[in-house]
């Protein structure tokens, strides 16, 4: 498969901030991005977010408005307890018009900033700078809904994401983080979306994912592909906020630390 996915040149002179880890973590998801588009997973042309600690906020908000991103553009924040911390992170969005996606910036950067002392002297005992990224999230396409509607959607989204998820191991090999599936009301309470979730994401084992209602509407499917969460996958449809709170603070409990470990080219 011809990989189409890019990331945006001159990250941090376009910023004016200096991203100490930038280099390294664009270099590991490019070489994953490859990889994935080499195994057939169908990648979106530009990330679906970034997420960058940092502290205090402004130092990352004020560049990205600069480039065009709107903070607080989904009226919400997100409580994300990581290694035991407090941590709140504020999405900043692209407008629908934008041309950055098309230079490989993606939708969405999560902003996450520490609550307090404790959370600010564990992020910056990594020793990865300030600000820092701490994942990058590649999308996955949606795949042709023409003619689909409520129910149907949910099928082939989720048959779409299972998918990838069962395809991953034998690409990267590693095993794939939890799979967490948010879906509108109406979806999670129809009695055939719980007769058929089972075949629909091929028998997937419960341990390996969670399933959970869509604040504000729309799906978003998404994991983890790389320990410690520097890289992340998912697939977003008709979703009206940047993320699900349950899914924020099951990820970043969980799934998630400050702490992350080699990167895949420090290890080869």
């Not at 002179?13 to 270099?27: D, M, P, T, W, Y």
């Not at 994300?80 to 969405?108: K, T």
């Not at 899914?247 to 080869?268: C, F, P, Y």
């Amino acid at each position: 498969m011809e990989n189409h996915f890019q990331l945006p040149e001159d990250f941090e002179r376009s910023l004016g901030i200096q991203v100490k880890n930038a280099r390294e973590r664009f270099i590991e998801a490019r070489d994953i991005g490859s990889k994935l588009a080499e195994g057939g997973v169908p990648l979106t042309t530009n990330p679906d977010h970034f997420a960058i600690f940092t502290d205090p906020p402004q130092l990352l908000c004020g560049p990205l408005k600069r480039l065009g991103y709107v903070a607080g553009a989904d009226n919400r924040c997100y409580p994300s307890p990581v290694d035991g911390c407090d941590y709140i992170n504020v999405a900043a969005s692209l407008p629908a018009s934008s041309i950055l996606r098309e230079q490989g910036w993606p939708d969405h950067v999560a902003v996450v900033h520490p609550v307090d002392e404790i959370a600010c002297a564990r992020m910056f005992e990594q020793n990865y700078g300030n600000p820092f990224i701490h994942h990058i999230t590649l999308g996955i396409q949606v795949p042709e809904l023409a003619q689909s509607s409520g129910i149907r959607i949910a099928e082939q989204l989720l048959r779409r994401m299972a998918a990838v998820h069962a395809r991953m191991p034998a690409i990267l090999q590693q095993d794939s983080g939890t799979l967490v599936i948010a879906v509108p009301r109406e979806v999670l309470s129809a009695p055939e979306f719980s007769d058929r979730f089972a075949e629909w994401t091929g028998k997937l084992p419960r341990s390996q994912y969670q399933l959970e209602e869509m604040e504000g509407g729309g799906y978003l499917l998404q994991f983890f592909v790389l320990r410690g969460g520097r890289i992340e996958v998912a697939l977003r449809y008709q979703t009206r906020q940047t993320f699900n709170p349950r899914s924020v603070h099951k990820i970043s409990e969980d799934e998630l630390s400050v702490n992350q470990g080699s990167t895949v080219i420090d290890a080869m």
